[in-house]
């Protein structure tokens, strides 16, 4: 199976400034995944011409199976996360993340139906501040939606904002999670004209198997968004639970 997470920067080129979600849709086709998982994706603002992206990406890789979660509600619009999957949801939640009156962050928790079982995914956007982090990975870990469904195999995506690599030996790692984009150095993805930070990051269980990982370093990539995306390709065990 492979998946994808890319903060896609609300279709806004790194570099150049302009929108053109075509060039997301174009790196994003290319890399022929099994499941996207999305951040920074709009709603009906002005800046990226009023389009709903959550629809209009869904539409274009359908027949992928879509959830989306608004996290940033402006007074014209807003953005958030979006997860699209090969297979159906078995679940899906949507848990919020906002610290105090920082800006309102989330995180997706779905359960999918693969040919080989369920498998846990999680896709957020934490926040900018390291004590903000600290407590969106803790309010995670502890939530009921997240307890409920821990006996599947896990893999946890999304924009960290980590930039100083202290959430996994600190908070995830004790949970029997593995960093796959790991050493940091080899998985700078931000901004991508010239990375310099590991923001873009992948845990997992044991239960899974990381057979590759790397960014995406082309042409088309740099210039799509100011994140690069990051690729796995992975495998898990048949559980009772695959049809």
């Known amino acids: 199976m492979r998946l ?19 060039r997301i849709i174009d790196v994003l086709a290319s890399l022929e995944a099994d499941f996207l998982c999305l951040q920074e994706v709009t709603i009906d ?8 992206q959550a629809d209009l990406l869904a539409e274009k890789f359908r027949p992928m199976h879509a959830t989306f979660q608004q996290n940033v509600h402006w007074r014209v619009g807003g953005y958030g996360n979006l997860v699209l999957s090969r297979w159906p949801f078995q679940e899906h939640h949507r848990i919020s993340l906002r610290f105090g009156e920082k800006k309102p962050r989330g995180a997706q928790l779905v ?7 369920l498998l846990r995914l999680t896709n957020w956007h934490l926040g900018l501040s390291e004590r903000e982090r600290q407590w969106q990975v803790q309010r995670l870990l502890a939530h009921p ?13 999304g924009d960290f904002n980590d930039w100083r690599n202290t959430l996994g030996r600190s908070l995830l790692v004790p949970q029997k999670l593995t960093q796959a984009t790991s050493p940091p150095g080899k998985f700078r993805s931000f901004p991508a004209v010239f990375p310099v ?16 990982i790397r960014l995406v370093k082309t042409s088309k990539s740099r210039q799509a968004s100011d994140h690069l995306p990051v690729v796995v390709n992975f495998s898990t065990k048949r559980s009772h639970h695959a049809g």
């Open 4 to 22: 994808v997470t890319y903060n896609i920067h609300k279709g806004i080129g790194g570099s150049d400034r302009r929108y053109n979600l075509d």
């Open 45 to 52: 603002l002005p800046r990226t011409g009023r389009h709903d």
């Open 111 to 117: 359960v999918v139906e693969t040919p080989t079982g």
């Open 145 to 157: 939606q997240f307890l409920a469904t821990d006996e599947h195999p896990t893999l946890m995506c």
């Open 197 to 212: 930070m590991s923001l873009d990051k992948v845990f997992h269980c044991k239960a899974i198997t990381v057979e590759s």
